[in-house]
C-alpha cells in the first residue's frame, strides 16, 4: 500500500476513533444539564442519581475524546504537512478559536462539574454544568465550520499557491454549514438518547428499575423520538445542498452512472469501477429522480460527468445505505418504545431487549455518515484547492504502517475496555444502593457516595 | 490598526513566537507536575495512589489543553514550521501520543472499573507519564541538535529524555509536597531531593551541548558583553537549584507553612531553563533553517487570531485561576457529590 493511503487510514482511524466520544458528550452535557436542572426544580433525588450516573459516563468519554482529539492536532502536521501549508490563513484561526473558546471551556469547568459539587454552591455546579456543555457544543461549531469549508470553500483567494481569507463571514457561514452543522449536532443528540435509553434498558433488565432508571429511560426515548425525524428532514436538506455543490459526491452515493431524468433509487448493487455500471442492481424506478428533485423526470447527475475526479463510488453508496438504514430503524424503535411507555406505563422484555441492542446504534450512523461525506469528497481535501495527495507528508510507508499498526492496536484495547466499564458501571449502579438518600437539595453531603 | 506598531510582519510573529513560548512555559510546568506524579505512580504503594490522583484529578485535563495550544499555535502561526518540526519528529511524537492515550484515559479508567482491574489501568497510568516525558525530552533533545539524527545527537536526546522526566518528577514531588501531608509528603520530599541531582545534569548538559552545536549560539552567549549580561541566567539556575536541594532537606516544617516553597523553586527552575532556551534560538523556529519570520502565516490571518487571544486568553487565566482556587488547600477525596 502506498504512503498516501495508509496516512488517510491512519487520519481516518484516529479521526474515527475520534468522533466517537464527542458525539456521545456534546449531547450528553445537556442532558445532564437537563437532570440538574430538573433536581433543582423538583428536588427529587431521582435526577441527581441519573445526573449522579450519567456524569461518570460523561467523565470516561470526555477523557477519550480529549486523548484522540490532542492527537488529532499533531496529526494534521505529521501526516497533512501540505494542508496547512497550502490553506493554514484560514484552518488556522479557525481551529485556534476552536482551542481558545471551546477547549479551555470545557476542560476546566469539567473540574468543577465533576468533583466541585461539595466545594461550590449549587448554582455554580450548575452554572458549571452549563459551562461545560457551551464548551462542547462550540467545539463542535469550530470544527464543524473548518470541515464544511473544506467541502464548499469560499471567501479566499489564492496568491502564489496559497490560500488567503478575504472574506471571514463567508468562510464561518460557508453554504454547506448550517446544514452539516445542524446535522451532526442532531446525531450527537440521537447517539446520546439511544445510549442513554440502552443503557436504562440494560439495567431495567437486570431488575434495577429504581425511579433514577425510569427517568433516564423516559428521557432517552423521548429524546430519540423527538430528534428522529427532525433529523430525516435535515438530512434531506443536507443532501439537497451536496446535490449543488458536490454532484459527484450524490452520484456516488446513488451509484447513478449517467445524468438524465427518470433515475431509479438503487437499493441494493455492486458499483463496478471498471466496468462503471452496477451489479446485480434492485431498483425503484424514478426513486432518486423523486427524492433528489422531487420530480420524476427531474435530472439527475451521472458520474461519468466527473469521470477520474469522482469519489470510490462503493464505500460512499455503501455507507449511506448503512446511514439511512439505521435512521429507520431509529425511528421505528423510537416510537415503538415511546408509544409502549406511553400507554403501558413501562417497557415490555423484548422492547428492553431491542434497546439495548441499539445502544451504540448511534455510532454506526454517524461513522457511517462521515464516511459518506469525507470519502464523498475525495481526491480532493479541500475541494477545488488541494489534493489529499499534495498535502500528504513525506514520511516513508513503512512508519506510517508501523505507527498505525500501533494505534489500531490501542484503539481496539479503549473501545473494548470503554465499553466494558459502562456496562460495569451499569450492573454496579444496580448494586451497591445507598439505603438512605438526602431528600433536599441543600443537603448534598449527607449521604456520600464515592466517585470510585 | 495593523501599522500601529511598524510593519505586521515583523511584530506578529515575534508576538505569536512570544505566546507560543508562554503556552509552552505553562504546558511544561502544569502537565509537567501531574506527568511526573503519573512517574512517581511507579514506585508508590498501592494505598498512597488515590491520594496521588486526588492532588492532580481536577486540573489534569485543562493542563493538557496547554498543549494543544501550543501545537495548535504552531499549526496556526508558523505552518511551515509545523510540518517540517513534526514530520521530522514523526516517531517520537506518536510515542508520546500514546502515553498521552494512555495516562489520560487511565485516570478515568482506575476508578470506574472491577477492582482486580484497577491495578492494570495503574500501571498503564505510570507507563504512559513515563512514555509522554521521555519522548518530549527526546524531542526536546532532537531540537537542540537541529533535528539531526546521528549517533551522537540520538545519544543526547536520551539524556535530555531521562533529565526532562526528571524535570517533571521533581515538580510532581513537589506538588504532592504542597497537596498532601503525612507520610506521602515525607515521602515525596525524598523524591523530589532525588530529582534535583538528575535535573542539575540535565540543564548543565544542555548548557554545554547548544553553544557547541551551533557556532551561532556560541556567539549569542560568549561574546562580550552578552556573556557578562547573562550570567545572571546560569547562576541564578544554581542558586536556585541549590536552594532546593537544602530547604528540602529540612522539609516538611513543623506546621507545613513552607509546602509551597519546593513547588515555587521547581517553577522557577523551569523559568530559567525556558528563557535560556528561548534566547538560544530566537529567532529561529526551526533551528538554522527556518525563522519565525519565514514560517509566519499570512499577517491578516494572524491579526485576526491575534484579536481573539487577546481577549480570550485572560479570561481563560482568570477561570483557570479559579478552579485552582475551587480546590485549593490539601487534597481530598476525589467524588461526585
Not at chain 1, 469539567?110 to 467545539?139: E, K, P, Y
Not at chain 2, 551561532?216 to 544554581?238: D, M, N, Q, T, Y
Not at chain 2, 531553563?273 to 528561548?278: D, E, I
Request: glycine letters at 8%.
Amino acid at each position: 500500500m502506498d504512503a498516501v493511503m495508509l496516512a488517510r487510514i491512519q487520519f481516518g482511524a484516529n479521526i474515527s476513533f475520534h468522533i466517537l466520544f464527542p458525539t456521545i458528550t456534546i449531547a450528553l452535557g445537556w442532558v445532564l444539564l437537563y437532570f440538574k436542572l430538573a433536581y433543582n426544580r423538583t428536588g427529587d433525588i431521582k435526577w441527581m442519581d441519573a445526573y449522579h450516573f450519567w456524569v461518570k459516563v460523561f467523565a470516561l468519554s470526555f477523557a477519550m475524546g480529549v486523548v484522540s482529539g490532542i492527537t488529532m492536532s499533531f496529526q494534521f502536521g505529521t501526516n497533512w504537512p501540505g494542508f496547512m501549508e497550502r490553506v493554514g490563513n484560514i484552518a488556522g484561526p479557525l481551529l485556534a478559536y476552536e482551542v481558545l473558546t471551546a477547549f479551555f471551556l470545557e476542560a476546566v469547568f469539567i473540574g468543577i462539574m465533576l468533583f466541585g459539587f461539595s466545594r461550590v454552591s449549587n448554582w455554580v455546579h450548575t452554572l458549571a454544568t452549563v459551562l461545560v456543555a457551551c464548551g462542547t457544543t462550540l467545539s463542535a461549531f469550530w470544527i464543524l465550520v473548518l470541515n464544511s469549508w473544506m467541502h464548499t470553500p469560499v471567501g479566499f483567494e489564492m496568491r502564489d499557491g496559497v490560500a488567503h481569507a478575504t472574506d471571514w463571514f463567508a468562510i464561518i457561514f460557508n453554504p454547506s454549514m448550517p446544514y452539516r452543522l445542524a446535522h451532526m449536532l442532531i446525531a450527537s443528540g440521537l447517539t446520546a438518547a439511544f445510549l442513554i435509553a440502552g443503557i436504562s434498558a440494560f439495567r431495567w433488565l437486570r431488575n434495577d428499575r429504581v425511579p433514577a432508571v425510569r427517568a433516564a429511560l423516559r428521557t432517552g426515548v423521548t429524546v430519540a423520538a423527538v430528534l428522529i425525524p427532525v433529523q430525516i428532514l435535515v438530512g434531506d436538506m443536507h443532501g439537497l445542498n451536496t446535490l449543488e455543490h458536490q454532484p459527484q459526491k450524490v452520484a456516488a452515493m446513488e451509484a447513478n452512472w449517467e445524468t438524465g431524468p427518470n433515475v431509479p433509487l438503487v437499493l441494493f448493487a455492486l458499483p463496478d469501477e471498471e466496468a462503471r455500471e452496477n451489479r446485480f442492481e434492485v431498483a425503484i424506478p424514478n426513486g432518486a429522480s423523486l427524492i433528489l428533485k422531487h420530480d420524476p423526470d427531474g435530472v439527475v447527475p451521472g458520474l461519468n460527468d466527473f469521470e477520474g475526479e469522482h469519489p470510490p463510488v462503493a464505500p460512499v453508496f455503501w455507507s449511506f445505505r448503512l446511514m439511512v438504514g439505521i435512521g429507520v430503524l431509529m425511528l421505528v424503535v423510537s416510537w415503538a418504545t415511546a408509544w409502549m411507555l406511553w400507554r403501558r406505563g413501562d417497557l415490555s422484555v423484548w422492547s428492553a431487549r431491542v434497546l439495548v441492542a441499539m445502544s451504540f446504534s448511534g455510532w454506526v450512523a454517524t461513522l457511517a455518515g462521515w464516511y459518506v461525506t469525507e470519502i464523498g469528497r475525495q481526491p480532493w481535501l479541500v475541494s477545488g484547492v488541494l489534493t489529499t495527495a499534495e498535502a500528504a507528508s513525506a514520511v516513508p510507508a513503512p512508519m506510517i504502517g508501523a505507527t498505525l499498526a500501533m494505534y489500531l492496536a490501542i484503539y481496539a484495547v479503549l473501545i473494548t475496555a470503554y465499553i466494558g466499564a459502562i456496562l460495569y458501571l451499569a450492573r454496579k449502579a444496580g448494586q451497591d444502593r445507598p439505603t438512605m438518600r438526602p431528600t433536599a437539595p441543600k443537603t448534598p453531603k449527607a449521604v456520600p457516595f464515592p466517585a470510585e | 490598526m495593523m501599522h500601529l506598531f511598524g510593519d505586521p510582519a515583523v511584530w506578529l510573529p515575534v508576538v505569536f513566537a512570544g505566546l507560543m513560548g508562554v503556552s509552552i512555559l505553562i504546558y511544561v510546568t502544569l502537565d509537567g507536575f501531574d506527568l511526573g506524579i503519573g512517574i512517581l505512580f511507579g514506585g508508590a504503594p498501592e494505598p498512597w495512589r488515590d491520594r496521588m490522583i486526588a492532588a492532580i484529578g481536577p486540573f489534569w485535563d485543562a493542563n493538557e489543553t496547554w498543549l494543544v495550544l501550543a501545537v495548535g499555535l504552531l499549526l496556526v502561526a508558523f505552518p511551515m514550521a509545523h510540518g517540517t518540526i513534526l514530520t521530522a519528529l514523526y516517531l517520537p511524537v506518536a510515542i508520546m501520543l500514546l502515553g498521552l492515550i494512555l495516562r489520560g484515559v487511565a485516570f478515568e479508567f482506575r476508578a470506574k472499573v472491577e477492582p482486580e482491574k484497577k491495578r492494570n489501568w495503574d500501571r498503564a497510568f505510570f507507563v504512559g507519564s513515563l512514555m509522554t516525558a521521555l519522548s518530549q525530552g527526546y524531542m526536546l533533545g532532537l531540537y537542540i541538535m537541529g533535528l539531526e539524527q546521528t549517533p551522537w545527537t540520538i545519544a543526547f536526546a536520551m539524556l535530555t529524555a531521562v533529565c526532562l522526566a526528571a524535570g517533571y518528577a521533581l515538580i510532581g514531588a513537589a506538588w504532592i509536597i504542597l497537596k498532601t501531608d503525612g507520610q506521602l509528603q515525607r515521602r515525596a520530599v525524598r523524591w523530589a531531593r532525588r530529582a534535583v541531582g538528575l535535573v542539575a545534569l540535565g540543564m548543565a548538559a544542555v548548557s554545554m551541548a547548544s553553544p557547541l552545536v551551533s557556532p551561532r549560539i556560541f556567539e549569542k552567549w560568549f561574546s562580550v558583553p552578552e556573556i557578562i549580561l547573562l550570567a545572571p541566567l546560569p547562576i541564578l539556575s544554581g542558586v536556585v537549584l541549590a536552594g532546593l536541594w537544602m530547604v528540602l532537606g529540612h522539609l516538611p516544617d513543623r506546621n507545613d507553612r513552607w509546602d509551597w516553597v519546593p513547588f515555587a523553586g521547581a517553577v522557577s527552575v523551569f523559568g530559567l531553563a525556558f528563557a535560556g532556551l528561548a534566547y538560544s534560538f530566537y529567532p529561529y523556529v526551526v533551528p538554522e533553517r527556518l525563522t519565525i519570520y519565514e514560517a509566519a502565516s499570512a499577517p491578516e490571518s494572524l491579526m485576526v487570531i491575534l484579536a481573539g487571544t487577546l481577549f480570550v486568553l485572560p479570561v481563560i487565566l482568570g477561570y483557570s485561576a479559579f478552579a485552582y482556587r475551587v480546590f485549593r488547600g490539601k487534597a481530598t477525596d476525589l467524588r461526585y457529590d
